[in-house]
């Protein structure tokens, strides 16, 4: 009650983010019973701004836009979420044993970061998605590959802090394994700040996959997202404005609820704290 009490006192918009991704989840997994098809066409019904019979109006097709805005979130928040986790377990891994091992091995993989960090990611995502196969599991391959290294310096930075705790050094000193020493001593401390650090990947994630869509190199048809929406609505700006507004929309606030998010977290556990 008083944790439920505490968490009531945070910022009252951050609630805004909780609750539209909530409702965004739910729909995107029930877009299957909407009694809209995704894919059926309706040519003499085309770019039909929204009303009853299509609340997000039509595409150049006579497709119904609210179910492909719909499948395009379940693509759009599958490639941020597998993307994050992917990322978090790489990042987390990699930064526990720099910490943790320290000397030549910290230095590498410090080193490997700083060079993987410092080539613009966009550049390297657009021309590894031109050259490999394209589909699904390829773009959360190569946008996990450039992600995880902000959750590699947190755990680090974190990690680095822990190993001078008396608690752990006893725990050295008794002579447990490195690995049981980071599962039950530093972990626990450590993941309030992976799950805020994988917020911000996922934003970036879905943010990074879009980029690719709308320049058509992420997810190909006849799978949509959001990107590859808001790719198709170029040509049809000046008739149907809402195509790109509504996916562009959506991209957005999603980004900023999924940044929201993690600061939510953050501050209950500071509160927590008190």
Known sequence: MKKFQRMLQLKPYYWFFVIFLLVLGILALLAPLFPFDPVAMDIPNRLQAPHWAHPFGTDELGRDYFSRILYGARVSLLVGLASMVMATLIGSLIGFLSAYIGGTLDAVLMRLIDLISSVPSLVLTTVLAALLKSGLLTI?????????????RLVRAESLSLKERDYVKYAQFLGFKPLTIIRRHILPQVFPTI???ATSVVASAIMMESTLSFLGLGIQPPQSSWGSLLQNAQSYLQLAPYMAILPGLLIILTIVSFNGLGNLIRDSYDLEER
Do not use: E, Q
């Open 195 to 197: 799950i805020v650090g």
């Open 140 to 152: 959360i391959i190569i946008i996990s590959f450039f992600t995880w290294m902000s959750i590699a």
